[in-house]
T-cell receptor
Framework: RKEVEQDPGPFNVPEGATVAFNCTYS??????FFWYRQDCRKEPKLLMS???SGNEDGRFTAQLNRASQYISLLIRDSKLSDSATYLC???????????FGTGTKLQVIP | DTEVTQTPKHLVMGMTNKKSLKCEQH?????MYWYKQKAKKPPELMFV???????INESVPSRFSPECPNSSLLNLHLHALQPEDSALYLC?????????????FGPGTRLTVL
């Protein structure tokens, strides 16, 4: 089993739709979780950290399920500008090492 | 200032060349990272520096040589690379090594080895 797994997609959704991505991780000792977005040929940019209690930032909601070892990202009212690859990131060895999932590609269609 | 800068943006080099990639941050971060990213793949960790000391080397071939001259700068020296080393090289920084802090990435150097 891979350390961090994501459905590669692509998810093609119409503008205004709600879309959700999941990411599963294998290391039960992992403590820190993040979502990044990466546009084509650009660097990853931090979208949000994922806290145990869940967190929300505008149209984006992230949740953590420790029992089932997955994190989720919900995007409401999708915009064309949300089209990107969404990378799940999990700490994987001490404090300094994180592992990236393979990413989920989102395409928002007019 | 929440920016990580990298130079050059693009680099083309032959297999016998020696070149260096540079990364700079002025956020007071004490951990800095080098990643390699191939097309349609996630970033792969290469090196981690904590408080200017190399703390993680992910079994990277010796033709890649990192250097941290001070807390704001990180270099990656390249020598005798192979065509399969062509990739996007990303630098990142985070607050420090004592907790898992968010990492902030530079725009990357797109390297082509001929």
């Amino acid at each position: 089993r891979k350390e961090v797994e994501q459905d590669p997609g692509p998810f093609n959704v119409p503008e205004g739709a709600t879309v959700a991505f999941n990411c599963t991780y294998s290391n039960s000792a992992s403590q820190s979780f993040f979502w990044y977005r990466q546009d084509c040929r650009k660097e990853p940019k931090l979208l949000m950290s994922v806290y145990s209690s869940g967190n929300e930032d505008g149209r984006f909601t992230a949740q953590l399920n420790r029992a089932s070892q997955y994190i989720s990202l919900l995007i409401r009212d999708s915009k064309l500008s949300d089209s990107a690859t969404y990378l799940c990131v999990v700490n994987s060895g001490g404090y300094q090492k994180v592992t990236f999932g393979t990413g989920t590609k989102l395409q928002v269609i007019p | 200032d929440t920016e990580v800068t990298q130079t050059p943006k693009h680099l083309v080099m032959g297999m016998t060349n020696k070149k260096s990639l540079k990364c700079e941050q002025h956020m007071g971060h004490r951990a800095m990272y080098w990643y390699k990213q191939k097309a349609k793949k996630p970033p792969e960790l290469m090196f981690v520096y904590s408080y200017e000391k190399l703390s993680i080397n992910e079994s990277v071939p010796s033709r890649f040589s990192p250097e941290c001259p001070n807390s704001s700068l990180l270099n990656l020296h390249l020598h005798a690379l192979q065509p399969e080393d062509s990739a996007l090289y990303l630098c990142a920084s985070s607050q420090g090594p004592s907790e898992v802090y968010e990492q902030f990435f530079g725009p990357g150097t797109r390297l082509t080895v001929l």
